[in-house]
């Protein structure tokens, strides 16, 4: 069974450019997550969605959007980047409320 | 949990010794919690996991010890191996919320 897919690994922008990043989860589950890990820290949560629609968001701006498909797969937008945006971003999914989430091996964005 | 700094607390032990990494959570209302494994450039993995009506859980080589009343979780792992080297996070999850709150991550060290 796969597990959850990001995409793509690495993307590059520049400051003030749109980036998207793109998350596949495992097949089954409902609920996606995504959380920033900036070089050297934990794991900051960004937002939440499940069957669709968002449930949660963390402390960001909202520059940070993202969206579910009815597939469940989900993207995440950054607008107007900013070079402290520069982080690896990881998706994650679980199957219901209660239930472990597992991670893609995330993207990794650069804003230069 | 709470992410800060940019120095992770430093575990180093030798090939068959045992390791203990230890977690402080905030939240009295937390009814479940997680310990993740995260190898340099790869996505956290689910390591073990246990609900607060427990105060053990055994999994291979891996123990997850809970103490509610100091918000205290700890990850014993038994005969460590150079392959357990990384940094690993607990987070922990709010009864009727799904967003999981990762603590700041402790690395360890195995040499050979």
């Known amino acids: 069974e796969a597990g959850v897919t990001q995409s793509p690994t690495h993307l590059i922008k520049t400051r003030g450019q749109q980036a998207t990043l793109r998350c596949s989860p495992i097949?089954?589950?409902?609920?996606v997550y995504w959380y920033q890990q900036a070089l050297g820290l934990g794991l900051q949560f960004l937002l939440w969605y499940d069957e669709g629609e968002e449930r949660n968001r963390g402390n960001f701006p909202p520059r940070f959007s993202g969206r579910q498909f009815p597939n469940y797969s989900s993207e995440l937008n950054v607008n107007a980047l900013e070079l402290e945006d520069s982080a690896l971003y990881l998706c994650?999914?679980?199957?219901?409320?209660?239930?472990?989430?597992?991670f893609g091996q995330g993207t990794r964005l650069t804003v230069v | 949990g709470e992410s800060v700094g940019l120095h992770l607390p430093t575990l180093s032990v030798q090939e068959g010794d045992n390791s203990i990494i230890n977690c402080a959570y905030s939240n009295s209302a937390s009814d479940y919690f997680i310990w993740y494994k995260q190898e340099s450039g790869k996505g956290p993995q689910f390591i073990i996991d246990i609900r607060s009506n427990m105060d053990k859980r055994q999994g291979q080589r891996v123990t997850v010890l809970l103490n509610k009343t100091v918000k205290h979780l700890s990850l014993q792992i038994a005969a460590t191996q150079p392959g357990d080297s990384a940094v690993y996070f607990c987070a922990d999850r709010l009864s009727g919320y799904s967003t999981l709150t990762f603590g700041k991550g402790t690395m360890l060290l195995v040499s050979p």
């Open positions: 994650a999914s679980s199957s219901e409320v209660s239930t472990e989430a597992f």
């Open positions: 097949s089954g589950h409902t609920s």
